[in-house]
């Protein structure tokens, strides 16, 4: 059974910092696509960064030079390290994990079969 649970996130003020940190389990980690998605109240879900096995990345354009993706294939973890975090990355972030297709990973929730539970992260400005 595949689990991810998320854990890091919290309240900070604008231009904080925070990592957050997904712990996969029963999941073929190294082989496939891993990602952050965010849905803030009243939008649709949408993806932060994804990584695929050959650590190629796809960040979205607002998160560009703030936010890192990082992996641990031997604690099967992965974290996203954001930084200069503004009021606008207030929502709740959700790990993926999903099989790659035609061996590319996109940046889309439905592309993605498996999904924590969600941590909120709250940008006070």
């Known amino acids: 059974q595949v689990q991810l649970v998320e854990s890091g996130g919290g309240s900070v003020q604008a231009g904080g910092s925070l990592r957050l940190s997904c712990a996969a389990s029963?999941?073929?980690?190294?082989?496939?696509?891993m990602g952050w998605f965010r849905q803030a109240p009243g939008k649709a879900r949408e993806g932060v960064v994804i990584i695929d096995s050959a650590a190629r990345t796809s960040y979205a354009d607002s998160v560009k030079g703030r936010f890192t993706i990082s992996q641990d294939n031997a604690k099967n973890t992965l974290y996203l390290q954001m930084n200069s975090l503004k009021p606008e990355d207030t929502a709740m972030y959700y790990c993926?994990?999903?099989?790659?297709?035609?061996?590319?990973?996109?940046?889309?929730?439905?592309?993605?079969?498996?999904w924590g539970q969600g941590t909120q992260v709250t940008v006070s400005s």
């Open positions: 029963g999941y073929t980690y190294s082989s496939s696509c």
């Open positions: 993926a994990a999903g099989q790659s297709s035609g061996g590319s990973c996109y940046r889309l929730p439905s592309y993605f079969d498996y």
